[in-house]
């Protein structure tokens, strides 16, 4: 037995395995009350295989409320939410924790419509807010709501609790030298958190868990550092209370990219942190830090750096990544999840289009039917499995000699590497499916006709549009530089219309190969969705070691031979760029050609992704998903 299954005692329970499914936002909650997604959202995750499951904060206090859908842990009405799930995840052979929380300082007045309440008048980066320093009444308040919460927690069925002393909350905003300028006994960073964690015990009683998440290091000026988290951990560890320590890296405004890392960090990057408390004290230490797969883990359970490994993308794209052989693979890409959340709606995943729609029920088809699916992309490949998967004879064509579409292309990009998992796990689930493939064949209307499908499923991608002004033959699209069928040279101008990564990557691509890039864009700022996914504060840094050129708030006006001319569109001034070579990065058009070939065909036809609408992968597997089941 590998040590991520060896079971592990944990105060008075013994986890089946070392698999944590760490605290994480969802957005599920319906005025601030459990909802039936939360149960089944975690419940999926408990059948899955995960041993321990923390569910998301709950708010301890009526002052906190940073966002709108988050749980209520001070109201009683959660009680019959809480029931339904902690029975659910029970019932699956998991046990569950609530993690409790307050924001302090690092929330807004926008919901509560009161100040933001914090150890001290600092303003966060990010809410923008300058709170109130909480008073001696407060704090007595505020320790009694993580008392009474945590009883509320242990009423409705948990096996314990956790409390928040990482990246976003009150705690840590008095751990923090950045957040806690007291002069009073509170300028002992650790004082409240002492507090805190003698009230929980009290109420929860010797039997119930109780862990703690430390950040690590916060990585600003005057923050949290590893020696000092390490100085909490054993103050922490000689309260003799707490039965757990789990682990962060990062501050959640400054340093956020650090706590979701997407692919640009390397797995296990946060490890040196429970490696360093676990060092220092006895207690069992979560470490966490973007696990892909269970090899991973078991790495670092070996290397003694861990006890227990937290693992919450991966799971989010397969529930039963804790016991499956061949689990869909997490990309990091932090589009659908990270990103989705930070929109206020709640948490879906690229490669899992039933992530955050577990309580919707699908109808069972009435028969079984014969299905053609053209095209070999993500929204056909998911659509394929979906169908098969339903029972249905599932036959799909692809007229290039490999499958994923357009994806093993971004894959070739400079840190894109990891998003080639999603067409590898689609191809695998494809093949554990049953689809019958047939590459190399360009189906059209004859070859339809003559399979005599029930239905067919078109996911026949996009093509590039060459813009008007694209009058020189040294215009290519994103897509020819990524293939390799064209190589630029000299000084490159690429200009993007999307925001995403397409821009950013070829233009880091063609830098790192000696070429003058300058990006322009009619955005804001360059690369203006790669913050949305945690991207940006990396891209930034490599763009400027690089030396790209970034130039936002420009579209286009002309191109005569070498000579671009750009329009600055909020002041109209105009910019001129000789350059060698200009990389397009526009819209494409739906490829649609065999759509309209087969109207009016004897069988229903579908169109799914960018044959539809050229959008991003999320969209592409979530309408194969759904077509598919409506089958």
């Not at 999926?44 to 206090?61: D, F, P, W, Y």
Request: net charge neutral; proline share 6%; glycine share 10%.
């Amino acid at each position: 037995m590998s040590l991520l299954h060896t079971p592990l005692r944990l105060g008075r329970l013994t986890l089946r395995n070392r698999v944590v499914f760490s605290a994480h936002l969802t957005s599920f909650a319906s005025e601030g009350l459990v909802s039936s997604q939360h149960v089944e959202y975690y419940a999926a995750r408990a059948r899955g295989g995960a041993g321990l499951i923390v569910t998301e904060e709950h708010t301890v206090h009526p002052s906190d409320r940073p966002y709108e859908k988050m749980i209520r842990g001070f109201d009683p009405a959660v009680l019959p939410g809480y029931r339904a799930l902690t029975s659910a995840v029970h019932d699956a052979g998991s046990f569950v924790l609530a993690q409790l929380n307050h924001n302090g300082g690092q929330s807004s007045g926008t919901y509560t419509r009161r100040p933001v309440l914090a150890p001290s008048a600092v303003a966060d980066p990010l809410f923008r807010e300058v709170p109130v320093a909480v008073s001696a009444g407060q704090i007595a308040s505020l320790v009694d709501g993580y008392a009474s919460t945590a009883a509320r927690c242990l009423e409705g069925g948990f096996d314990g609790v956790e409390l928040q002393a990482s990246h976003s909350s009150l705690i840590r905003g008095f751990l923090s030298g950045a957040t806690n300028r007291r002069t009073d006994e509170y300028r002992d960073p650790s004082r409240f958190l002492l507090e805190v964690i003698a009230a929980v015990r009290s109420a929860l009683g010797p039997g119930p868990v109780l862990g703690v998440r430390l950040g690590g290091d916060e990585m600003i000026a005057a923050g949290i550092t590893l020696d000092s988290a390490v100085d909490t951990a054993r103050a922490v560890a000689a309260t003799g209370a707490v039965d757990y320590l789990n682990t962060s890296i990062g501050l959640a405004t400054e340093t956020l990219f650090l706590i979701q890392a997407s692919m640009r960090v390397p797995p296990r990057y946060a490890l040196h942190i429970p490696a360093a408390i676990r060092a220092a004290v006895s207690l069992p230490v979560v470490g966490v830090g973007r696990f892909k797969d269970q090899r991973q883990a078991e790495q670092a359970l070996s290397d003694g750096v861990a006890d227990l490994i937290g693992v919450v993308r991966a799971q989010i794209a397969d529930p039963s990544w804790a016991s499956a052989d061949d689990p869909r693979t997490c990309l990091s890409c932090n589009q659908e999840c990270v990103g989705r959340v930070g929109f206020n709606r709640r948490l879906g995943c690229v490669v899992n289009p039933r992530a955050g729609r577990e309580s919707v029920a699908v109808a069972a088809p009435r028969r079984r039917l014969r299905v053609s699916v053209v095209g070999g992309g993500p929204a056909g490949l998911q659509a394929a499995v979906t169908a098969a998967s339903r029972g249905h004879a599932v036959t799909l064509y692809e007229r290039s000699s490999r499958l994923g579409g357009v994806v093993p292309l971004a894959a070739r990009a400079p840190s894109r590497a990891e998003f080639g998992e999603l067409a590898r796990s689609l191809a695998s689930a494809v093949s554990r499916a049953g689809v019958a493939v047939r590459l190399g064949v360009a189906a059209g209307p004859a070859l339809l006709d003559a399979d005599s499908p029930d239905a067919v499923v078109l996911a026949t991608g996009a093509r590039p549009v060459r813009p008007s002004w694209a009058v020189s033959p040294r215009v290519v699209d994103v897509t020819e530089v990524l293939s390799g069928r064209v190589a630029p040279y000299g000084r490159v101008l690429v200009y993007d219309e999307l925001g995403f990564h397409q821009a950013t990557s070829v233009a880091e691509l063609l830098a790192a190969r000696g070429c003058a890039v300058e990006i322009a864009t009619p955005g804001m700022i360059v690369g203006q969705d790669l913050g949305v996914t945690l991207d940006l504060e990396l891209w930034t840094i490599a763009a400027a070691s690089l030396g790209i050129v970034c130039t936002p708030d420009v579209t286009v006006a002309a191109m005569d031979r070498d000579v671009v001319t750009l329009a600055h569109h909020p002041t109209g001034t105009v910019l001129r760029r000789t350059v060698d070579w200009l990389v397009s990065v526009v819209h494409p058009a739906p490829e649609d050609s065999l759509w309209h070939a087969l109207r009016g065909a004897p069988f229903p036809v579908h169109r799914i992704g960018d044959c539809l609408a050229p959008r991003r992968a999320d969209a592409a597997v979530r309408e194969g998903e759904r077509v598919a089941a409506s089958l």
